[in-house]
């Protein structure tokens, strides 16, 4: 009997794809900034790339650090892996490196714009110090990307 290829069972537990406060406002404002794409649309194209991979999503969205801190927590159980876009909490929370240090399965955090050519307060993530990789700068691409390393590392 043909083995199935590790990742591609029905039975794998989905991506965690969590998106951090104001997000929801997308395609709505600062479109040089973030690009054009709705939260919606991104979460839809991402879902369709991980379906490829043979992994399904849960996308979600918060402006509350607390609530992204309990899908970190719940994301160790119920996730294979996780992208993080934790918005402008990348540059200050604490409490969600913690929670993203104790994630123990792969994390990718994706920033849409490149904080790096941004105000000085936007080169320090928090989120880095625990994440598996980084993708900035590239728009929504950079969630596909994620997804499409993500879904790499699961297979290795
Ligand atoms: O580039 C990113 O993805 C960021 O995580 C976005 C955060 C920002 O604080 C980070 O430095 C970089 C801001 C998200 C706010 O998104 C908006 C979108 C449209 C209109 C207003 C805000």
Redesign the pocket.
């Known amino acids: 009997m043909a083995r199935k290829t590790p990742g591609k069972t029905t039975g794998a537990l989905p991506i965690y794809v969590l998106n ?4 929801n ?6 479109p040089e ?2 690009g054009r794409a709705t939260l919606a649309e991104i979460g839809k194209a991402v879902a369709e790339r991980a379906k490829t991979h043979g992994f399904s999503v849960t996308f979600r969205h918060s402006n509350h650090e607390g609530e992204l801190i309990d899908w970190l927590q719940e994301a160790r159980t119920m996730a294979s892996g996780v992208i993080l ?4 909490l ?2 200050t929370s604490v409490s969600l490196l913690d929670a993203a240090r104790a994630l123990d399965k792969p994390l990718i955090e ?4 490149n ?1 790096y050519r ?1 105000e000085p307060y ?1 080169r320090r993530s928090y989120i880095s110090e625990a994440a598996t990789g980084v993708i ?1 700068g590239l728009g929504a691409t950079g969630y596909l990307l994620a997804i499409d390393a993500l879904a790499g590392l699961l297979k290795d």
């Open positions: 951090g406060p104001n997000l406002l997308l395609g709505t404002r600062e900034v973030y876009n934790a918005a402008g990348s540059h994706v920033h849409l714009s904080p941004r936007r900035c």
